[in-house]
């Protein structure tokens, strides 16, 4: 065994300081609650190359002293715990003194500062961990803290560091995290001389939302209020019908200090149990207050996680304040249908008084159409097969098992597909050779002429499709059927069958969907889906696969994106498959869709008659054949 000796104090600082400044956002959010927890009214965050380069925090806090300013970079030097009965009840964001001390040692730092009642300021500047100037300086009340050239001296922690993009986007996460902490404080962030946030400072969290989360999501919130067992709950929750595929939109304070906790995340989806689908998470923004003494904020090095000495205060607090905001909105959401009297329209009733006879004979109700939820513009597509007629099927109503009321139906006769009658002495015909492309076209033709004939039987539950070829019943899931068919499409013609979109659409998302979808526009690209980065958290969709024309492209794009967070964004054709398995699934006919015989006999030629359609893109079967003689098995016909 070597002999152990004690590490000279450079090196230790440079150990201990991997524990606190991990990439360029450690730094923002070392400094930015070291402003909030100073008083600042007004903090601007300015970066530049994602923050590795410059980093510049202004605050008007109280500022620092003069004398106190080379002692506030030494290590475990704090003015916010003094005793240990301190860390019983911690009311700051900060509290451990390591922040400058491991900032300073990792990259060249420079203090412009000016306290209260100090007629001079102080500029201050350190490199490594080594004091290199200490002046006076002109400057108004606060603190301007400059943070260059970050892991300068570390070059092997240089390549642990994404691109200049991505450490941006994590310094923008954490700026707005902070700005929906303290919406009474104005914050404001600069990305390479753009100014990417202003959030008002006006106290009122919803502005604070507005700016922060874009207005479409701030338009679908619920109020939160709440308190219960010493706990005060307070905030926005998303409605119902405004869920999202992931959990990226959920943002928890716990006495003003963001933190990720399995208690609030639990109890608020257990209050949205039965109000949503399977696969779907609320979105939210709620703050948690409970005295500082029933509270653990020293349990996480990042300070991310805390813990509670009893958990079920909190979670009933915060189930019972989501759910009666819940059950506060409407049940039934209030519209205008009106309709001519010869149409039978179901209505839904308002509480609106009644107009006087009077008026009521004097002012006919206008014929207004019926309000629709907007929808993205489309444009002349390519048709599908499910717009597609089938000439050699005749006309027939609707094929189903049940009648609208449930009851079991008597179905009208099966679709047959007729085939011409072949003549039985064909003429023999001198005819040169025919190119390969001709001959491939008649092998074709053979094909399926050979084919055995399709009797569509029906629908069940809306879902599957019923039909039987020669002695064999087949079940077939239509969704997964066209699922599957529009997946093999995609990776076919994905970037040839691009749509340049006439009126770009503006998807706003969360900031880690916003990383990934930059990570993967080369791969989006490929998949036929054109993207730029439209500042903040939104992108622009600027064109999209023709074959998918008809889907919702903010929904598609919004499950891309939860889909490449979850997956490995390193696998370049993983990554590619997930964007085709995504499109294709949300584009998809679904489970309880209306679906003509003719669609249906359709999709079901098309699985039967091609074998690579066999499963979904998500593994599940398409097709399931039961033969005659199991259907005589069951039946007790044969042994």
């Known amino acids: 065994m070597k002999a152990i000796h004690v590490l000279d104090k450079h090196v230790a600082e440079l150990i201990a300081a991997g524990e606190v400044v991990e990439r360029p956002a450690s730094v923002v959010k070392e400094l930015v609650e070291n402003t909030l927890d100073a008083g600042a009214r007004h903090v601007t965050v300015e970066i530049r190359d994602g923050g590795v380069s410059y980093i510049r925090i202004t605050d008007d806090g109280c500022g620092i002293h003069r004398e106190d ?22 009311g700051t964001l900060g509290f451990r003194g390591e922040a400058l001390a491991s900032i300073s040692a990792v990259a060249k730092v420079e203090l412009i500062t000016c306290a209260a009642g100090e007629l001079v300021g102080t500029r201050y500047v350190i490199h490594g961990g080594e004091e290199v100037l ?30 200049d993009v991505s450490e941006g986007n994590a310094v923008a996460g954490v700026v707005e995290r902070l700005a929906l902490s303290h919406p009474e404080v104005s914050v404001r962030f600069i990305r390479n001389g753009r100014t990417e946030l202003q959030t008002p400072g006006d106290g009122q969290l919803l502005s604070c939302i507005h700016a922060v989360l874009g207005k479409p999501f ?3 919130l619920l109020p939160v209020k709440y308190s219960m067992g010493g706990v005060t709950v307070s905030g926005y929750v998303c409605k119902p019908e405004s869920c999202r595929p992931n ?61 509670f000495v009893n958990e079920k205060p909190v979670f009933d607090a915060v189930y019972y304040g989501v759910r009666s905001a819940l059950e506060a909105r409407p049940s039934i959401q209030q519209v205008s249908l009106t309709q001519p009297e010869a149409k039978s329209v179901p209505t839904v009733k308002t509480a609106v008084p009644p107009a006087p006879p009077a008026e009521r004979e004097t002012k006919p109700i206008p014929e207004t159409p019926v309000p629709r939820r907007a929808t993205t513009p489309s444009y002349p597509k390519a048709p599908s097969f499910l717009d597609l007629a089938v000439d050699d099927v005749p006309a027939a109503p609707a094929i189903s098992l ?15 597909v007729k085939k011409p009658a072949e003549p039985a002495v064909k003429p023999v015909i001198d005819e040169p050779t025919p190119a390969p492309a001709t001959v491939e076209v008649k092998q074709q033709t053979v094909m399926e002429e050979t084919r055995p004939p399709i009797r569509l039987i029906g629908e069940l539950l809306t879902t599957y499709i019923l ?77 999209f696969p023709l074959i998918l024309s008809g889907a919702d492209i903010e929904d598609t794009i919004r499950e891309i994106a939860g889909g490449l967070i979850g997956g490995n ?34 999709l079901a030629e098309k699985v039967l008659w091609d074998d690579a359609i066999r499963y979904c893109p998500h593994g599940r079967p398409v097709c399931v054949e039961m033969t005659r003689k199991e259907l005589e098995k069951q039946f007790g016909r044969i042994v």
């Open 467 to 543: 039909v039987q070829m020669e002695e064999s019943l087949f079940i077939i899931d239509k969704h997964a059927a066209h699922e599957r068919l529009l997946y093999n499409q995609l990776k076919a013609q994905a970037q040839t069958d691009e749509q340049l979109l006439l009126a770009p659409v503006t998807v706003t998302v969360s900031r880690e969907e916003h990383t990934a979808l930059l990570e993967a526009l080369p791969e989006l690209k490929q998949a036929g889906i054109t993207l730029e980065d439209f500042g903040g958290t939104s992108v622009l969709v600027r064109s």
């Open 402 to 416: 049940h009648d609208d009321t449930g009851k079991q139906a008597v179905s009208p006769p099966p679709a047959v």
């Open 69 to 90: 300013v080379p002692t506030a970079f030494l290590r475990h030097a704090t003015s916010k715990v003094r005793s240990e009965d301190d860390l019983e009840r911690i």
């Open 218 to 220: 701030a338009s679908s």
């Open 134 to 163: 200490l002046e006076d300086a002109g400057c108004a009340q606060g603190s301007t803290f400059i943070v260059e050239d970050l892991f300068y001296n570390i070059p092997a922690r240089m390549k642990f560091l994404k691109k």
């Open 569 to 602: 964004r390193e696998v370049q054709m993983a990554k590619l498959d997930w964007i085709y398995h995504s499109s294709a699934c949300r584009a998809a006919i679904k489970a309880g869709d209306n679906s003509r015989p003719a669609e249906l006999l359709d």
């Open 247 to 307: 959990r990226t939109m959920q943002h928890y304070f716990v006495n003003d200090r963001y933190v990720k906790t399995q208690t609030g995340m639990i109890a608020v989806e257990r209050a949205y149990k039965g109000m949503i689908m399977a696969g779907r998470f609320p979105a939210c923004v709620l703050s948690i207050h409970l005295p500082f003494e029933t509270v653990d904020a020293n349990v996480h090095p990042a300070k991310i996680e805390v813990r």
